[in-house]
């Protein structure tokens, strides 16, 4: 099966499904104009990987924001990976951020609707001080 990939923009998220080297991860934002259509192409590839899916698939969701729109076909997403499931055995692995409240509950209300095993996974982003660390206070 080919991979899907669609790269980042300031509005969209990375994709990347790729069976042959088993990544299958969206990571970013997510505020695309129009969700439904944005996400069209990745659910599409998700049907058809439900009949040909690995033996087991780990789905990485790293993002940092999304809106409304993009939450309901995350929820999508996410009800056909249960499916995928049924199948072959399934981990998604929801990475958020340690000080973002909003995307932990919303991580916990996932693993509530689905039966996939979920695996919520904390994180740490580096602080705005720690890059400044990088400039030579000398040079200044």
């Known amino acids: 099966m080919k991979p899907l990939i669609i790269k980042a923009t300031e509005d969209t998220p990375e ?7 088993k990544i299958f991860q969206i990571s970013n934002v997510s505020l695309p104009e129009n969700a439904i259509e944005f ?3 990745v659910i599409d590839w998700l049907k058809k990987y439900r009949d040909e899916a690995l033996p087991y698939t780990y789905f990485d969701f790293n993002i940092e924001y999304l809106n409304t729109a993009s939450l309901k076909q995350i929820f999508e997403l996410i009800f056909l990976i249960d499916k995928i499931n049924e199948k ?3 981990t998604i692995r929801w990475h958020y951020d340690k000080i973002d409240e909003d995307m932990h ?10 039966k996939v095993k979920f695996e919520l996974v904390e994180y740490e982003k580096a602080s705005q001080e720690d890059d400044d660390d990088d400039f030579d206070d000398d040079f200044f």
Do not use: K
Not at 15 to 21: K, R, S, Y
Not at 105 to 114: A, K
């Open 15 to 21: 994709i990347i499904f790729d069976p042959e080297n």
């Open 39 to 41: 996400y069209a192409p």
């Open 88 to 90: 072959s055995g399934v």
């Open 105 to 114: 509950s919303l991580g916990i209300r996932f693993t509530h609707l689905v």
